[in-house]
C-alpha cells in the first residue's frame, strides 16, 4: 500500500494509479504531476520500492524483502532522493541517502532550491553500477526547484539514462519546467481524491472537522491533515474571512508569512468567486462577508501574489501580516468610510 512520507500512513487513492504506473511505464524517467497536498513524493517513493523490490513473484512492493525494508528506512544504496533542503528539513528528512553534496551541514537557512552541485552530486550517482541489481532509482521533488542551470545539467540524463537508471521526477506544475526537460519524460497525473474518500480518510486519521478542513486545502487530503496538525480547526478556519473583513490580523497569530498569505489569497479568491455569482471552493458561503468589490479585490490579490513571490521577507513580519490585512478589509469597507491616508501600500513594504 502507498503510506505517507513518513512511512506510517497509508495513502489509499494512490494505489489504482500506482498499479497502472507499474503497468504502463515504458520510459525511464517519468513526470508525476499532482496538486499540491495529494501525495506525489509519496506516489513516487512507493513505485521506486516497487521497482527494486527483490520478491520472487507477487505484486510489489511486497513490503517485506530485504530490499523494500531498505527503503522503508530510507537507506537503500539504490534510491536517491533529492529534496531542496528546505523541504529535507520539513519532513525531517535525513540527508544519510543523498549526502553527496556539502551535506546541509553548514548554518545557512535551509535552501528552496535543488542546488547545481546536488544535481551534479545525483547524476554522477545516477551512472554507477547498483548496488543490489535491479535499478537505481532517482526521485527529485519537486523539479520545479531546480534552477535553470541545474535543470539544463539533467536534460542529457533525462534523454538518456544509463541501463539501470529510472528517473523520477515530482511537480506541482508541469508549467513551470523547461519544455525541453517535460518532452523528455513520460508524464503521469495523480489526482485528489474524491471528497467522500478524502473525508473518510482523514476522519481514520483522527482529523475533525474534515470536510471544512479539506476545502480549506482545495480537495487535498495531506493538506488539510497539515492544517489539523497546525492547531486549525473548522471554527478557526471558518472565522478567518470575517476576522479579515474587520481587520483583525490577530487570527493569524503564530501563523508564518506564507501561510498567512495562502489563507488570505483563498479568502481573496472566493470573494470573487462570490462578487461574480459563483461558488466559493475553500469557505462555505455563509462564512464570506457580502459587499467586497472587485476592484479593490483585484489590487489586493496583485498584492498577495506579489508577497507570496518573495521568497525570504526580510522586513518585520508582524507588520506585513497586519499591512496584508489591512488591505483585505478595505475590500468590504464603504466607499464613504474609505480612506487612503493610514494605509500602508504593501507595495512599499515589500520593497
Ligand atoms: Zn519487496
Redesign the pocket.
Known amino acids: 500500500m502507498v503510506v505517507g512520507a513518513d512511512g506510517s500512513v497509508p495513502l489509499p487513492w494512490l494505489e489504482a494509479p500506482l498499479r497502472r504506473a507499474l503497468a504502463q511505464q515504458r520510459s525511464h524517467a517519468l513526470l508525476v504531476q499532482a496538486p499540491h497536498g495529494v501525495g506525489t513524493l509519496e506516489f513516487m517513493l512507493k513505485l521506486a ?1 516497487a521497482w527494486l ?3 520472487a513473484d507477487g505484486p ?6 530485504e ?2 525494508r531498505l527503503v522503508r528506512s530510507r537507506t537503500h544504496p539504490d534510491l536517491l532522493v533529492l529534496l531542496p533542503e528546505a523541504l529535507r528539513v520539513a519532513l525531517n528528512w535525513s540527508a544519510s541517502v543523498d549526502d553527496s553534496g556539502d551535506g546541509g551541514k553548514s548554518k545557512r537557512k535551509p535552501s528552496r532550491q535543488i542546488r547545481i552541485d546536488e544535481v551534479r552530486a545525483a547524476i554522477d550517482w545516477v551512472v554507477q553500477t547498483s548496488s543490489r541489481g535491479r535499478a537505481k532509482v532517482m526521485v527529485m521533488h519537486p523539479a520545479e526547484s531546480m534552477n535553470l542551470q541545474s535543470a539544463s545539467a539533467m536534460l542529457k540524463t533525462l534523454e538518456e539514462p544509463p541501463g539501470q537508471a529510472r528517473l523520477l521526477l515530482g511537480t506541482a506544475d508541469a508549467a513551470h519546467l523547461l519544455p525541453t526537460l517535460r518532452s523528455r519524460c513520460q508524464r503521469i497525473a495523480l489526482a485528489a481524491p474524491a471528497d467522500s474518500l478524502a473525508c473518510r480518510w482523514l476522519e481514520e486519521q483522527g482529523v475533525g472537522d474534515a470536510p471544512i478542513l479539506l476545502a480549506a486545502a482545495g480537495g487535498a487530503p495531506l493538506g488539510a491533515m497539515a492544517l489539523a496538525a497546525r492547531g486549525i480547526d473548522g471554527a478557526a478556519w471558518l472565522r478567518l474571512p470575517q476576522a479579515v473583513a474587520q481587520g483583525q490580523a490577530a487570527a493569524f497569530a503564530g501563523w508564518t508569512v506564507p501561510q498567512v498569505v495562502d489563507g488570505l489569497q483563498k479568502i481573496c479568491h472566493d470573494a470573487m468567486v462570490l462578487a461574480a455569482d459563483g461558488t466559493p471552493r475553500y469557505f462555505p458561503i455563509q462564512v464570506l462577508p457580502e459587499g467586497a468589490r472587485m476592484p479593490h479585490l483585484s489590487a489586493w490579490a496583485r498584492s498577495l501574489g506579489r508577497v507570496a513571490r518573495h521568497d525570504e521577507h526580510p522586513w518585520n513580519e508582524a507588520l506585513l501580516v497586519e499591512a496584508m490585512v489591512s488591505e483585505g478589509r478595505t475590500c468590504w469597507q464603504e466607499a464613504t468610510h474609505r480612506s487612503t491616508a493610514g494605509r500602508r501600500p504593501l507595495d512599499t513594504l515589500a520593497r
Open positions: 520500492q523490490c527483490e520478491v510489489r512492493p511486497c513490503g517485506h524483502c530490499s523494500c
